[in-house]
């Protein structure tokens, strides 16, 4: 079609009159004079609309989410870090607020013991035939060889080798490891040596004491703490060790053994703190925890005996004559008057 002047003036006749036709529609409102029209237009086109947007619309979908893909990646992948760091916020938080309760703890123990205390974290378990531990606290800390090291709940070992900035602890479930001990009650000393790895784990008990006199009274249940040694060093006496559970019959030796459970688990260490200053005096048995108490003990039940029942024919059984075992009646130890 050639664009000629007078298809302009038909084209601007047909605008004109559109432009018309749609101020009325819309001043007349629903009593508009073209409503008709509009009726019949929705009935004509409608049908030929609704199956154009069925095709369209899929079309327009894949074609909005092809330009959208990059950035709605974009944005799942911020929401995925945003979610990892909340999750390792809150893993902080726990940590710190359970460390918080590990310190406070030892800080508790070291105070009833009066050791002055450093402390340091477990960062690394020893991969060799020794059972060992890291802590992030070294020479420059103030750390030295043979230092007692101590949890919250009781003794964990004694340095061995010290870095800048690490040390290694020999645990007291080392086979090498041999610690003077004192059973609380009796004061009877003896030697404390750890039994290895195997002891570790399944309820094991993996210090065994051995008693320097064969003869002298140890019970299950006894508790232990370190006896101290010369200069303080390797170990500084009070830090609890654990409990006596079962002990070794004497066959005459001139030592008599028991197996002992540590209060410290030796599998989950985490805050340590490291003795740097033994306590001016002995705190002999104070820094074990409390003893639990005992059960209370059942009420007592009546007696099914105790009823008035049993009691009257108890009575009666007086009044009438006895009977022997196989089954003769004999008279009455008491008759009556009457008779």
């Known amino acids: 079609m050639k664009d000629t002047r007078r298809t302009r003036m038909v084209l601007g006749v047909l605008l004109v009159a559109a432009l018309a036709m749609i ?3 819309y001043r007349g409102g629903d009593h ?6 509009r009726s019949l237009g929705a009935a004509v086109f409608g049908p030929v609309e609704r199956a154009s947007a069925s095709v369209v619309r899929p079309v327009g979908n894949t074609f909005g989410a092809i330009t959208d893909a990059p950035g709605e990646k974009r944005r799942a992948d911020r ?3 945003d979610n990892q760091r909340l999750r390792e916020q809150l893993r902080s938080t726990r940590l710190d607020q359970d460390r918080a309760a590990q310190l406070q703890r030892l800080l508790g123990s070291a105070g009833m013991g009066g050791y002055k205390i450093l402390a340091a974290q477990v ?12 802590i992030d606290a070294g020479s420059g800390s103030g750390v030295r060889p043979d230092m007692t090291v101590m ?9 061995t080798r010290v870095g800048p900035a690490t040390a290694t602890v020999l645990l007291a479930t080392d086979q090498t490891s041999s610690v003077g001990s004192r059973l609380e009650d009796s004061k009877e000393i003896g030697i404390v040596q750890g039994a290895g790895r195997r002891g570790l784990g399944g309820g094991g008990t993996p210090l065994r004491f051995q008693l320097l006199d064969a003869s002298a009274p140890v019970r299950v249940g006894q508790r232990l ?10 170990y500084v006496p009070g830090v609890p060790i654990g409990t006596v559970e079962r002990i070794d019959a004497a066959t005459g030796g001139l030592t008599r053994t028991a197996y002992v459970k540590p209060f410290v688990h030796f599998t989950s260490l985490d805050v340590v703190a490291v003795v740097v200053a033994p306590p001016k005096t002995d705190p002999r048995d104070a820094v074990l925890p409390a003893k639990p108490a005992p059960p209370p003990s059942p009420s007592p039940t009546p007696s099914p005996s105790g009823s008035p029942g049993d009691k009257s024919k108890k009575k009666k059984g007086k009044k009438g004559p006895k009977t022997e075992a196989d089954g003769t009646a004999t008279p009455s130890a008491n008759p009556s008057s009457g008779g």
């Open 23 to 25: 101020t009325v529609d």
């Open 32 to 37: 508009s004079p073209l409503s008709g029209m």
């Open 79 to 81: 929401l995925a870090r």
């Open 123 to 134: 960062i690394s378990a020893g991969q060799g035939f020794e059972d060992t531990v890291t």
């Open 151 to 159: 949890s919250a709940d009781g003794l964990v070992g004694r340095v």
């Open 225 to 234: 703490v370190t006896l101290g040694s010369q200069g303080e060093r390797p």
